[in-house]
T-cell receptor, first 113, second 115 residues
Framework: GDSVTQMEGPVTLSEEAFLTINCTYT??????LFWYVQYPGEGLQLLLK?????DKGSNKGFEATYRKETTSFHLEKGSVQVSDSAVYFC????????????FGKGTRLSVIA | GAGVSQSPSNKVTEKGKDVELRCDPI?????LYWYRQRLGQGLEFLIY????????KSGLPSDRFSAERTGESVSTLTIQRTQQEDSAVYLC?????????????FGSGTQLSVL
């Protein structure tokens, strides 16, 4: 079945460092891809998405590009802030659109001042 | 309400007891999901409700798990005869259209600990 694999955490960075969180997927057809974020004490919320190959999703300075050739959707940010400390989840929605979202395990990011 | 509300936020129970978890979705959202996340694991789909259609129970791990939802309102997830492996964070999410609308709105979850 469809699956998502993301890098193990936790990731600890200093403020203004560059962030990459790797995500790869296995799916039939052409899934849509997402990053969700969970800030401390809050529910998961959609951060960005991409629905077809070579699309770039972006939000709040974060970016991820849908790479079909490498089945990847890595999350990047050029300069992280303490407020970016959270757990990040990569997810996919099957092309058929009739199954629930499939999530990765989550990667905890801690940014220190 | 303004967001998805789950209660209780934490629940500690003894092995063999029954527990009931509650989810209040966003008003007007027809679709409701339950997921769980065990330590070190990804979110695991449990059950999906869409309007008045029969729920998709394909993710329920055993017959000790059941869930109900009346119309487009509150949902309860019941775990009977809890086991230690049931310890997890149980997450509820709602959305306006269900599958195909990927913007799920999640609650903060219920942390269940079975001793």
């Amino acid at each position: 079945g469809d699956s998502v694999t993301q890098m193990e955490g936790p990731v600890t960075l200093s403020e203004e460092a560059f962030l990459t969180i790797n995500c790869t997927y296995t799916a039939t057809g052409y899934p849509s891809l997402f990053w969700y974020v969970q800030y401390p004490g809050e529910g998961l919320q959609l951060l960005l998405k991409a629905t077809k190959a070579d699309d770039k999703g972006s939000n709040k300075g974060f970016e991820a590009t849908y790479r079909k050739e490498t089945t990847s959707f890595h999350l990047e940010k050029g300069s992280v802030q303490v407020s970016d400390s959270a757990v990040y989840f990569c997810a996919l929605a099957a092309y058929s659109g009739n199954t629930p979202l499939v999530f990765g395990k989550g990667t905890r990011l801690s940014v220190i001042a | 309400g303004a967001g998805v509300s789950q209660s209780p936020s934490n629940k500690v129970t003894e092995k063999g007891k029954d527990v009931e978890l509650r989810c209040d979705p966003i008003s007007g959202h027809t679709a409701l999901y339950w997921y769980r996340q065990r330590l070190g694991q990804g979110l695991e789909f449990l059950i999906y409700f869409q309007g008045n259609s029969a729920p998709d129970k394909s993710g329920l791990p055993s017959d000790r798990f059941s869930a109900e939802r009346t119309g487009e309102s509150v949902s309860t997830l019941t775990i009977q005869r809890t086991q230690q492996e049931d310890s997890a964070v149980y997450l509820c999410a709602s959305t306006a259209r269900g599958h195909g609308n990927e913007k799920l709105f999640f609650g903060s979850g219920t942390q269940l600990s079975v001793l």
